[in-house]
Nanobody, 125 residues
Framework: QVQLQESGPDLVEPSQTLSLTCTVS??????????WSWIRQAPGKELEWMGA???????VYSPYLKNRASISRDTFKNQFTLQLNSVTPEDTAVYYC?????????????????WGRGTQVTVSS
């Protein structure tokens, strides 16, 4: 059973960079045909898929983030990380990491695969 745990700051100032880490246990992020995604849910809004890193190391992003997001990984620690640049209060949300054989805006609505519990991030000065 794969388990995921998000970690990072609770509060980020506008214009700064948000950095979140997902630690995966019970499975390797480098094996299998798997995608490791970041997803968020802002207050009153639906789940938004942000991007993913494949077990191969390739990355794919939502075009709606306008190149502000970057996903990387540490294979030794079995972790993958999200960096979101130039944050604004609109980036305030609960952020989730997840792993599954699929990814994307259609996939996220079904909430399939393994998900972390989520972490609240507030963007405010």
């Amino acid at each position: 059973q794969v388990q995921l745990q998000e970690s990072g700051p609770d509060l980020v100032e506008p214009s700064q960079t948000l950095s979140l880490t997902c630690t995966v246990s019970g499975g390797s992020i480098t094996t299998g045909y798997y995608f490791w995604s970041w997803i968020r849910q802002a207050p009153g809004k639906e789940l938004e898929w942000m991007g993913a890193i494949a077990s191969s190391g390739n990355t794919v992003y939502s075009p709606y983030l306008k190149n502000r997001a970057s996903i990387s990984r540490d294979t030794f620690k079995n972790q993958f990380t999200l960096q979101l640049n130039s944050v604004t209060p609109e980036d305030t949300a609960v952020y989730y990491c997840a792993g599954d054989r699929r990814y994307g805006s259609n996939w996220v609505t079904g909430r399939r695969g393994s998900w972390g519990r989520g972490t609240q991030v507030t963007v405010s000065s």
